[in-house]
């Protein structure tokens, strides 16, 4: 059938710098005449030859500059951060991270000082790449773990100023590298790259604050193959030769646009039309501008173009013929109504998570079934468990998600618990809780499709982005009006997800005045966090916080309670 097809062999000794750009690893590299990454902005690309060039001398010149040794074996002794919205030089920054045997550790461009300043600790980066307009906040940060002022670098950006005064960028250490002798090339033993960390991205995974995902190089490839071979079937009946032009919209900081939009089209020698942020009309005229054939969204997204079908007809959208979504849920009803509105594209979805690497499942062309995240990719094994733990094997019941794959990731650093919690030994290997609720169909053309009908873990998707209720409450917890407190999920049309917080008021509140207070708590998470953690979804004051006897809130009694209310 369609889906068939089975993974032979996942290289494990080859690092994401090399993978398909050189062919010092056997395999054949892509064309030189490629241009992978396209400024959608200025319309500058970025060819194979150039990118190569870049990545070797950056890494030249980032190790002279901030003092890493190349090709050593002490990974975690070289972390840096990279801080910035989207960019041409984005991957190129952490390619030649990798090729120094060091760590990439993306941060969203949103993030405030502080959200920042968690991540360069958790990660214990030494080094930070940021573009001139979040200098400020990347400085504040910085200050606050002792980070040499000398290593943060400058990555510059269309439309902003090309230096900062007395930072090194991206093109004085590509220029100084240009001049210094080559690297060795990276060897590492089967055993070794398969352990090998390439990217530490941040997950709240099921429970308590975000914590660093080790996700290896492998577990990178893995995925892309995986993607690749689902998905070869249906360019192959396109026509031969074909290529995605696709979106680089989502965060290269999210594993979403990290390895199933990057990564993927790297290797399969796509254009990626990168733009740095969400702006409607310019999302709609660089489709037009560079016939974006392939666009990769959120449920958000898609939303905004239903609602707003007269703006869309005034771009020329011919070139598309598929959208793919995922990050969070699609309801069925919207995707029947994109879908019509859009009859000549195909709407997929894909299901996965930071700790799968990406995807676990995706959509054929050739069966969609719209609601559905579509079917698991093959090298992905899956269990449904029901609260008790029993496994469940019918089809249409609801049960946990776990998943054993070659791009589950390494875990969590630093972090036995939450580890112990998420990633569990079972007689048939090794799997990871979803905390997703989950149900197999079958779907009318006889495909087993996954269903992700509910979420049991903590976590709420605001766009499609992370917000750790256990962050949140962390922070409502530092106001002196707050005695205890609760957060959760509320639904909201344009956002999928909103957090919403529980307050119980201390004895010490100066004011009987709620609105006062509820101001005060709402400006404390504002000027702490990004935007999507803010608390949109309101604050109410109740006089109890529930809790299990072992003193876990009950997030989810709280959530069940406030789904009935709204619905009366
Ligand atoms: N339906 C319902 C979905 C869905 C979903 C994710 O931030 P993370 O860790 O990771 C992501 C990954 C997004 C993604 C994976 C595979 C893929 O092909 C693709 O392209 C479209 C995107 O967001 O959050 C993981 C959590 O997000 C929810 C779910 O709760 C999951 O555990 N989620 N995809 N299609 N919910």
Same mark, same amino acid.
Request: proline share 5%.
């Given at each position: 059938?369609?889906?068939?097809?089975?993974?032979?062999?996942?290289?494990?000794?080859?690092?994401?710098?090399?993978?398909?750009?050189?062919?010092?690893?056997?395999?054949?590299?892509?064309?030189?005449?490629?241009?992978?990454?396209?400024?959608?902005?200025?319309?500058?690309?970025?060819?194979?030859?150039?990118?190569?060039?870049?990545?070797?001398?950056?890494?030249?010149?980032?190790?002279?500059?901030?003092?890493?040794?190349?090709?050593?074996?002490?990974?975690?002794?070289?972390?840096?951060?990279?801080?910035?919205?989207?960019?041409?030089?984005?991957?190129?920054?952490?390619?030649?991270?990798?090729?120094?045997?060091?760590?990439?550790?993306?941060?969203?461009?949103?993030?405030?000082?502080?959200?920042?300043?968690?991540?360069?600790?958790?990660?214990?980066?030494?080094?930070?790449?940021?573009?001139?307009?979040?200098?400020?906040?990347?400085?504040?940060?910085?200050?606050?773990?002792?980070?040499?002022?000398?290593?943060?670098?400058?990555?510059?950006?269309?439309?902003?100023?090309?230096?900062?005064?007395?930072?090194?960028?991206?093109?004085?250490?590509?220029?100084?590298?240009?001049?210094?002798?080559?690297?060795?090339?990276?060897?590492?033993?089967?055993?070794?790259?398969?352990?090998?960390?390439?990217?530490?991205?941040?997950?709240?995974?099921?429970?308590?604050?975000?914590?660093?995902?080790?996700?290896?190089?492998?577990?990178?490839?893995?995925?892309?193959?995986?993607?690749?071979?689902?998905?070869?079937?249906?360019?192959?009946?396109?026509?031969?030769?074909?290529?995605?032009?696709?979106?680089?919209?989502?965060?290269?900081?999210?594993?979403?646009?990290?390895?199933?939009?990057?990564?993927?089209?790297?290797?399969?020698?796509?254009?990626?039309?990168?733009?740095?942020?969400?702006?409607?009309?310019?999302?709609?005229?660089?489709?037009?501008?560079?016939?974006?054939?392939?666009?990769?969204?959120?449920?958000?997204?898609?939303?905004?173009?239903?609602?707003?079908?007269?703006?869309?007809?005034?771009?020329?959208?011919?070139?598309?013929?598929?959208?793919?979504?995922?990050?969070?849920?699609?309801?069925?009803?919207?995707?029947?109504?994109?879908?019509?509105?859009?009859?000549?594209?195909?709407?997929?979805?894909?299901?996965?998570?930071?700790?799968?690497?990406?995807?676990?499942?995706?959509?054929?062309?050739?069966?969609?079934?719209?609601?559905?995240?579509?079917?698991?990719?093959?090298?992905?094994?899956?269990?449904?468990?029901?609260?008790?733990?029993?496994?469940?094997? @019918?089809?249409?019941? %609801?049960?946990?998600?776990? *998943? +054993?794959?070659?791009? =589950?990731?390494?875990?969590?650093? $630093?972090?036995? /618990?939450?580890?112990?919690?998420?990633?569990?030994?079972?007689?048939?290997?090794?799997?990871?809780?979803?905390?997703?609720?989950?149900?197999?169909?079958?779907?009318?053309?006889?495909?087993?499709?996954?269903?992700?009908?509910?979420?049991?873990?903590?976590?709420?998707?605001?766009?499609?982005?992370?917000?750790?209720?256990?962050?949140?409450?962390?922070?409502?917890?530092?106001?002196?009006?707050?005695?205890?407190?609760?957060?959760?999920?509320?639904?909201?049309?344009? @956002?999928?997800?909103? %957090?919403?917080?529980?307050? *119980? +008021?201390?004895?010490? =509140?100066?004011?009987?005045?709620? $609105?006062?207070? /509820?101001?005060?708590?709402?400006?404390?998470?504002?000027?702490?966090?990004?935007?999507?953690?803010?608390?949109?979804?309101?604050?109410?004051?109740?006089?109890?916080?529930?809790?299990?006897?072992?003193?876990?809130?009950?997030?989810?009694?709280?959530?069940?309670?406030?789904?009935?209310?709204?619905?009366?």
């Amino acid at each position: 059938g369609p889906l068939a097809g089975s993974l032979l062999e996942i290289p494990d000794t080859v690092p994401l710098c090399d993978f398909r750009l050189d062919e010092r690893h056997g395999r054949r590299p892509i064309a030189e005449s490629l241009d992978p990454f396209v400024c959608g902005i200025s319309g500058r690309t970025v060819l194979v030859p150039q990118l190569k060039d870049r990545v070797d001398h950056l890494a030249k010149g980032l190790a002279q500059h901030v003092g890493w040794v190349a090709n050593d074996g002490t990974e975690f002794d070289k972390v840096a951060v990279i801080f910035a919205p989207n960019t041409i030089d984005t991957l190129t920054i952490s390619w030649a991270i990798h090729r120094l045997n060091g760590l990439s550790s993306p941060a969203n461009a949103v993030y405030s000082a502080e959200e920042l300043q968690y991540q360069l600790d958790i990660s214990r980066a030494t080094v930070l790449f940021t573009v001139p307009s979040l200098l400020p906040i990347a400085l504040r940060a910085a200050s606050k773990c002792n980070l040499n002022q000398d290593h943060v670098i400058i990555c510059e950006m269309p439309g902003e100023p090309q230096s900062s005064k007395g930072f090194r960028t991206v093109s004085n250490l590509i220029e100084q590298g240009a001049t210094l002798p080559e690297l060795d090339v990276l060897r590492w033993t089967k055993a070794q790259g398969r352990r090998q960390t390439a990217f530490l991205c941040f997950s709240s995974g099921t429970s308590g604050t975000p914590k660093a995902v080790m996700i290896s190089h492998y577990n990178v490839i893995a995925n892309v193959l995986q993607i690749q071979l689902f998905e070869q079937h249906m360019r192959d009946a396109i026509e031969p030769g074909y290529r995605d032009v696709t979106l680089g919209l989502m965060p290269f900081s999210h594993i979403y646009g990290l390895v199933a939009i990057c990564h993927i089209a790297v290797y399969r020698g796509d254009s990626i039309i990168v733009l740095p942020k969400f702006v409607f009309k310019d999302f709609l005229a660089s489709i037009e501008r560079f016939k974006i054939n392939t666009l990769s969204v959120v449920p958000p997204i898609i939303i905004t173009m239903v609602k707003n079908k007269a703006l869309c007809d005034q771009f020329n959208l011919t070139s598309v013929r598929q959208i793919m979504t995922g990050a969070a849920p699609l309801g069925q009803e919207t995707a029947q109504e994109f879908a019509s509105q859009y009859s000549n594209w195909v709407t997929r979805q894909g299901y996965g998570m930071t700790e799968t690497a990406t995807a676990v499942t995706n959509t054929s062309p050739f069966d969609v079934w719209l609601g559905s995240s579509g079917c698991l990719l093959s090298g992905v094994e899956a269990k449904l468990l029901s609260p008790e733990g029993t496994e469940i094997s @019918a089809y249409n019941t %609801p049960g946990e998600l776990l *998943v +054993k794959a070659p791009s =589950v990731v390494l875990g969590y650093l $630093n972090n036995p /618990k939450a580890n112990a919690e998420t990633f569990v030994d079972m007689a048939d290997g090794r799997f990871v809780k979803t905390g997703d609720e989950v149900e197999f169909r079958k779907s009318p053309a006889g495909n087993e499709h996954v269903w992700v009908v509910d979420r049991i873990k903590e976590l709420i998707k605001v766009k499609g982005l992370q917000v750790a209720p256990a962050e949140l409450e962390a922070c409502l917890l530092e106001h002196l009006a707050v005695a205890d407190c609760a957060v959760i999920p509320v639904a909201d049309e344009r @956002a999928g997800e909103l %957090p919403k917080a529980f307050v *119980v +008021k201390s004895a010490a =509140v100066a004011t009987d005045d709620e $609105n006062v207070v /509820k101001q005060s708590i709402l400006k404390r998470v504002e000027k702490a966090k990004s935007r999507h953690k803010w608390l949109a979804g309101g604050v109410e004051f109740v006089d109890i916080i529930p809790k299990s006897p072992s003193g876990k809130i009950l997030r989810r009694l709280l959530r069940d309670l406030e789904r009935e209310r709204r619905r009366d």
